[in-house]
């Protein structure tokens, strides 16, 4: 918990709970904004884990799905951290930043995964450590997005997944820009140079809670790993392949045998889908699915993120079937729980049912 950060950002209104920031008074108007103005949000809910050595870049190639040599200080990269079966346990944002190699994750994720990597370090001269208050995370997102960091920043990425570090006289701080439809930039920093971004965009934009992220980063499509879906997924099932997550040039790593052979000998059953859901109780990742079109013996599928929508039911994430996505219906909880709209994704699939 960042108290320095969370005491800035009482100056704003911010509402918090069990010390982490939730919202700004306003949680609706915030999703709202999300969607048609440009916002600037807290990200406390997400945690780093910062690699340093000789032996880091080795050592997490060994460790990730994602081609580490391909993370520079100009590019960023997602990827997943599997159990030997191909499961993931947690899909990571890589990026740079000072001595740093960063992965960015949930931050109720970062201690168990923290642990586990550390198992396998042996002789290599890598040193992995809880970076998750070391920066201070924040995005910004919108039409005007690009233009409003381009002012203050004097650059900012022009292509998803690329890194710009702010010039030393103008800001310490790390900038990547996101995929999606709308303009996205995620944002680490020092405190004071964070401080100093978040009053001068005040005037330009509706300051929010992660929520409002969460729902954009469901939108785009981008897959997450929380701890009631660790293990529930291969890397294929959250659509990797599609985001440049996974090599399958690179040679060895932790799950590699059995993501490879889904790749080169299996079929996948069951990928990542978009949808939108009416329901009476807010679904959480992890909710099962179940289809009239799947075998009794068998899940439909499971929810891998969920966000109320402003527009009404929440919008979701749901790894399933594919032939109950493209032929059938997915319900939420039970065959007569709601039914899933599906919409398409922003890139490889057409829209399933």
Not at 272 to 277: E, K, T, W
Request: proline share 8%.
């Amino acid at each position: 918990m960042n108290v320095a950060w969370n005491d800035f950002l009482e100056r704003f209104g911010v509402c918090l709970e069990s010390g982490r920031p939730v919202h700004f008074g306003r949680p609706d108007v915030e999703r709202w904004a999300a969607l048609h103005g440009d916002i600037c949000g807290d990200r406390s809910d997400q945690g780093l884990i910062a690699a340093h050595g000789p032996d880091a870049d080795p050592f997490l190639q060994g460790q990730l799905t994602c081609d580490v040599r391909a993370v520079t200080p100009d590019r960023s990269r997602i990827g997943a951290y599997c159990t030997p079966k191909g499961r993931a346990l947690a899909c990571l944002r890589l990026f740079r930043r000072e001595d740093a190699l960063c992965l960015e994750l949930p931050r109720a994720l970062v201690g168990p995964t923290l642990t586990r990597l550390r198992r396998y370090v042996l002789r290599a001269k890598v040193r992995l450590e809880d970076a998750s208050d070391r920066w201070t995370r924040i995005d910004v997102a919108g039409p005007n997005a690009d233009a409003l960091l381009t002012k203050l920043l004097g650059a900012v990425p022009r292509a998803a997944n690329e890194v710009v570090q702010a010039p030393a006289d103008s800001r310490d701080i790390t900038v990547i820009r996101l995929p999606g439809s709308t303009p996205r930039f995620e944002l680490h920093g020092s405190l004071m140079a964070v401080q100093a971004l978040w009053t001068q965009l005040e005037a330009d934009v509706t300051f929010t809670g992660p929520e409002p992220w969460r729902l954009l980063e469901i939108l785009a499509g981008t897959p997450a790993v929380y701890p009631e879906t660790v293990e529930a997924f291969v890397p294929q099932m959250l659509n990797l392949q599609l985001l440049d997550g996974i090599s399958f040039q690179k040679g060895c790593y932790t799950g590699q045998e059995i993501v490879a052979r889904t790749h080169y000998l299996g079929k996948l059953k069951r990928r990542m889908v978009l949808g939108r859901v009416d329901s009476p109780t807010p679904p959480r990742p992890g909710d099962p699915l179940f289809s009239p079109q799947a075998d009794a013996s068998q899940s439909a599928g499971q929810l891998a993120d969920a966000c109320p929508h402003p527009d009404g039911g929440y919008a979701v994430l749901a790894v399933a079937l594919i032939e109950c996505a493209e032929r059938g219906t997915l319900h939420l909880n039970g065959i007569g729980g709601p039914a899933l709209r599906l919409e398409p994704l922003p890139y490889g699939f057409e829209p399933a049912g």
